[in-house]
């Protein structure tokens, strides 16, 4: 049981850290190895300086509705994690975690909603950057994508887990 309680909590962290990544760093939408976009600001790399310039992005709905739920992902996650910690250390055994598997299953439906809206409406929310079609998603895209599973399957483990002495 303990090996099962540290995978579970290793799997966690590992998630959050990911969720992180996806939500802050600047690969959203990138053109070629000088131009990106994220949730924030639109970035162009500088050859001279060796330095990132970044620009506030335009606020579109459709991008207000993308940076709102990916945060709220990351804060679901946080709670539950810190939820998981408490019942850990309060619950009495055989006691389930419902309500960290609830609130990481929240964080999962936002992470999901947000990498939908995103991967539908690119176009609204990039409207103004440059021509998409000489561009891709990036990799902050494709690890709020891999996170939805991770969170889904982690938060049904742990409404299923059971305390133990």
């Known amino acids: 049981m303990a090996s099962l309680l540290i ?13 992180f990544i996806a939500t802050m760093e600047k690969f959203w939408w990138v053109w070629d190895d000088t131009e990106s976009s994220d949730l924030w600001y639109n970035c162009r790399f500088d050859n001279e300086t060796e330095g990132w ?7 579109t709905e ?12 990351v804060v679901f996650s ?12 309060t619950m009495s055994k055989g006691g389930l975690f419902y309500l960290t598997g609830v609130c990481q299953v929240f964080a999962g439906l ?12 690119y176009k609204e929310i990039l409207k103004d950057s440059r021509e998409l079609s000489s561009g891709h998603f990036g990799f ?10 991770l969170l889904l399957c982690s938060g049904i483990v742990y409404i299923y887990l059971r305390k133990r002495e």
């Open 7 to 19: 995978f579970v909590t290793l799997l966690h962290l590992v998630i959050l850290a990911v969720l």
């Open 53 to 59: 310039f970044c620009a506030t992005s335009d606020e």
């Open 62 to 73: 459709w991008l207000q509705a993308v940076q709102v739920l990916m945060v709220l992902s």
């Open 78 to 89: 946080g709670i539950s994690f810190l939820v998981f910690l408490g019942q850990l250390f």
């Open 110 to 121: 936002n992470d999901f909603t947000a990498s939908l809206i995103y991967t539908l409406h």
């Open 140 to 149: 902050c895209f494709v690890l709020a994508w891999v996170c939805v599973p």
